[in-house]
């Protein structure tokens, strides 16, 4: 899995460079596919319940799980791109939100409050913690800064498949669910809204947006819970 998460955290800086005005997010997704391969792993979204690609290209109020296609980026767009690999049998899973190009104040600040959010529930993904304490730690944060959190996708357990048990909500009251045991390898992934919390899946089957269309942000990345402290392994 450290291998896996090294190679995903390679890919998503490599896609920090490549999010620009004027590319599509089909190209996104060649270059995400090339890389993959060139490193002797496998894409885990293609073919994922039918899922047509190796990266999933969110723009603006798309939440998560937009499929890349003839969508040029424009100047001011914010743009989450979410990959999974599966290396030896292991996966990983993270996601980034960037900006393309200038990008107005009040979506920096979405992005880097979600960033901020992903990591106060990782500093609770440690042994003697519960579950929930990562979701309320979540929640609180994201809430306290004005932003609705989504309920309707969670993050998950990851390990020989994408997606394990348990889920991993990002909102609930502190002190529920499973104990968090050293080694336990989680992906946690808040999705922040501009507006309301609320999402509605397109017609295209994938692709979720914000209810009221307003600006959404994305960050995951998979951890191993420790004793004292997680381990990233997508950073
Ligand atoms: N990263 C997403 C998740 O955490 C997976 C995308 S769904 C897929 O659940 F079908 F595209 F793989
Ligand atoms: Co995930």
Redesign the pocket.
Known sequence: MRRAGKIVASLLKLMEKEVRPGITTKTLDQIAENFIYSQKAEPAFKGYYGYPACICVSVNEEVVHGIPGPRLLMEGDIVGVDVGVKVDGYYS?AARTFPAGKVDAESLRLIEVTREALNRGIQKAVEGNRLSDISWAVQSYSEENGYGVVRKYT??GIGKNLHEDPQVPNYGKPNQGLKLVEGMAL?I?PMLNQGSYDVEELTDGWTVVTKDRKRSAHF?QTIIVGKNKAEILTE
């Open positions: 899973d993050g998950h992906a992934e995951e």
